[in-house]
C-alpha cells in the first residue's frame, strides 16, 4: 500500500513484532513531520473538541464529487497557523494527525469496505517519525506490544466505526440538500486581500425547513448537533485571521 506524501513515496507494511522489533516512533510535533498542512481529515465522533479550536468545513473531491470533512488549519498549502515550531497552539490534536504514522488497512479484496473486523494496523516505513534511535518503542524484547503502541491501535479500533458514521452523515446532509458553499476574505501576511471559496457548511435555512419526522430523525442519530456543531466552529476562521496577522 503505497502512497505519495510531499514527493515521498510511502510504504505501509502491516505491523509485526518480528519485523519492526528495533522500530522506534518519533512523537515531537513540527513540520518536519508532515504537520505543516492547513487541511486535514477529521471525524465527527471529533467535533466536540474541534469547535473549541478549528474552523470545520466540508469539501469536494474534484474527482468523486464527494463530501469530505475538514479541520482548517490555514488559508494556504504547507501553512499550519496552529503550528509553531515544535508546538501547536491548540488543546485537542485532531486524530488523523495523532495517528500517524500508522494507518488501518483493509484484509480483503480491493474495494471491500472496511470493518472493525477486517481491518489490520500498518506503519509508514518512510514516514519521517520512523526511526530506529529515540521515540516511543514498538514492541517488547518479547515481542510483547508497548503501552505506545496498545494506545496506538486503540485509537485506531475507534477511528475506523468514526470513518463510517461520519460517511453517514455527510450522506444524510447530501440526501436532505443541507450543504451549501462559503466564501470569505482575509488579509494575507503580506498585507494583500485574498477570497476563499471551495469550502461547504450547512445551510440554516435548510436545516429549520426539516420535517419533524427528520428532525427526530436527525436528533436520533446525533446529526442535528453534528450540525450545530460545524456551524458554531466557522466563527474559529477569525482565530485563524488572529494567528495569521500575528506571523
Known sequence: MNKVRNNVVSNFTPLDPASHQNIRVITDRGADYGENIHLVPVVADELRQLVLEYPVCLLKDPNTGQFGMHALLGFEPGNN?????????????????????????????????????????TIDMNHPRVTQTGGESLFSEHGEPSEYTRQISSLLAGLIPAVIRTERFVEALVQHQLIEAIQFTVNLADGSKQSFGGLYTINEEALAQLSEQQVMDFHQQGYFQACHLLLASIGNIQKLVILQSQR
Do not use: K
Request: hydrophobic content about 45%; glycine content about 4%; charged content about 10%.
Open 81 to 121: 497557523l496552529f503550528l509553531q515550531a515544535e508546538r501547536w497552539q491548540a488543546n485537542y490534536i485532531p486524530l488523523h494527525i495523532r495517528r500517524q504514522p500508522f494507518m488501518v488497512a483493509v484484509n480483503g479484496p480491493t474495494g471491500t469496505a472496511a470493518t472493525p473486523e477486517n481491518t489490520v494496523v
